[in-house]
């Protein structure tokens, strides 16, 4: 068994290294058209960007969410009414420079029962801040704070921006989109001299991934991406956190005693694919799993399955969705998986229902968690989640 997991990460390596070069290759073969279709292009090119200076040098997208939400982990509870602005701004610098920028105010009233966690209903968060550079077509370098949504898998992280760099490089055919990227970033975390024995040594968090995309049948589109991973050196603060949200193979008691006692390095992956029946109606399959290869069976593994359907009824789409999941003990760090599906040691189902205005750009959304402890914990007990969100879209000033 241990030799064919390492077979298949060395191909996937390949494969990997295959994909980063496309790109060059492409560029190579682009340099052979004449000198004359490329004077034309470039005179066309700067006196569109002259003409359009003022609105292709900045873009600001302004989002609003306001949210009440009810969570019920046995002496644990909470009643939180939250309001949210989510500006993103993108700063084309040059064409093949620009700045991306994501952040979030949230401003809330609560009442929270907590036997662990502190709270805080104001609170700041900086979502994305990466600087892109694309010295050719399909080859993206960014630095920065960087999101790690696009690995689309929350039960390895969820939520978080960690600094450091990432590249990608893609290249595309006739129905297809196939990709490679790699990152290296540093989780983020915060302690006091007292949360730890003595300095601790610059924790990291790598990925090498593929992903791929096809849409070249009448009524299905496909997606799909594999990304290897591993944390190291994570400090025992966030060790300590993730004994009481999960995690199983933790020395120590105090804060600063605490450490991981297994390396967390393994494989993600996540699915989608989506049936469209008719201009009305079309339907989503997805899938995400995680695999800690450091660890045997029983504790190693976390996966959500699920579907959903859009039904579109004039300017309204109607987005009801089910979703059923499982985390065991020890994929992943439990300091930095999802929240919403109980962190780690879980098993539950999500329902969802989101009716979005595309006139008004304007969205009603209401969630439904439900996950059950699946090793007993002193930490953690079955947990309920009620979420009532409004988001407006894309708003003008």
């Known amino acids: 068994m241990n030799q064919s997991c390492v077979k298949s990460e060395d191909y996937v ?20 058209k004449n000198s004359s279709q490329k004077s034309t292009l470039a005179v066309k090119d700067q006196s569109a960007l002259l003409n359009n200076k003022s609105s292709t040098m900045f873009s600001l997208e302004n989002s609003f969410i306001s949210k009440v939400s009810t969570f019920d982990e046995g002496e644990d509870s909470a009643y939180q009414v939250i309001f949210g602005y989510q500006p993103s701004l993108k700063f084309n610098i040059h064409s093949k420079f620009n700045i991306d920028t994501q952040f979030s105010i949230n401003l809330g009233a609560s009442r ?84 730890r024995s003595e300095s601790e040594v610059l924790p990291n968090f790598q990925t090498q991934g593929i992903f791929a995309s096809y849409n070249g049948f009448s009524k299905v589109d496909l997606q799909a ?35 991981f006692a297994v390396d967390y390095a393994g494989l993600s992956q996540s699915y989608n694919a989506k049936i469209n029946y008719t201009k009305g109606l079309s339907h989503n399959l997805f899938a995400s799993i995680v695999e800690n290869q450091n660890l045997e069976s029983g504790s190693n593994r976390a996966q959500s399955v699920g579907t959903s359907l859009d039904v579109k009824i004039a300017q309204v789409v109607l987005t009801p969705s089910i979703t059923t999941f499982f985390s065991e003990t020890d994929a992943s760090p439990a300091f930095y998986n999802s929240s ?40 953690q007990q079955d947990l309920v989640i009620a979420e009532l969100f409004v988001e407006m879209i894309n708003v003008r000033f």
């Not at 978080?160 to 290249?171: D, H, I, M, S």
């Not at 060790?239 to 008691?253: C, D, P, Q, V, W």
């Not at 879980?346 to 439904?368: C, D, E, H, W």
């Open 225 to 259: 991406q594999w990304n290897l991973y591993s944390f190291s050196n994570l400090p025992s603060v966030v060790a300590y956190e993730s004994k009481r949200l999960g995690n199983f193979y933790i020395t120590g008691t105090d804060v600063s005693e605490s450490a």
């Open 13 to 32: 390596k390949i494969l990997i290294k295959l994909i980063l070069i496309m790109p060059f290759f492409a560029y190579a073969n682009s340099e052979n």
């Open 112 to 195: 929270v029962q907590s036997r662990f966690q502190r709270h805080s209903d104001n609170d700041t968060v900086l979502n994305e801040l990466s600087m892109n550079y694309l010295p050719i077509e399909n080859l993206k370098f960014s630095l920065g704070a960087i999101n790690q949504k696009h690995l689309e898998s929350p039960h390895l992280v969820s939520g978080v921006t960690f600094p450091g760099f990432k590249l990608e490089a893609k290249t595309k055919g006739k129905g297809f989109n196939i990709g490679a990227k790699t990152q290296y970033l540093v989780p983020t975390s915060s302690s006091f001299d007292s949360d």
């Open 340 to 379: 919403d599906l109980g962190h780690s040691n879980r098993q539950g189902m999500k329902y969802s229902l989101r009716t979005y205005f595309k006139k008004l750009k304007f969205a009603i959304q209401a969630n439904l968690i439900d996950s059950q402890v699946l090793n007993i914990s002193a930490y």
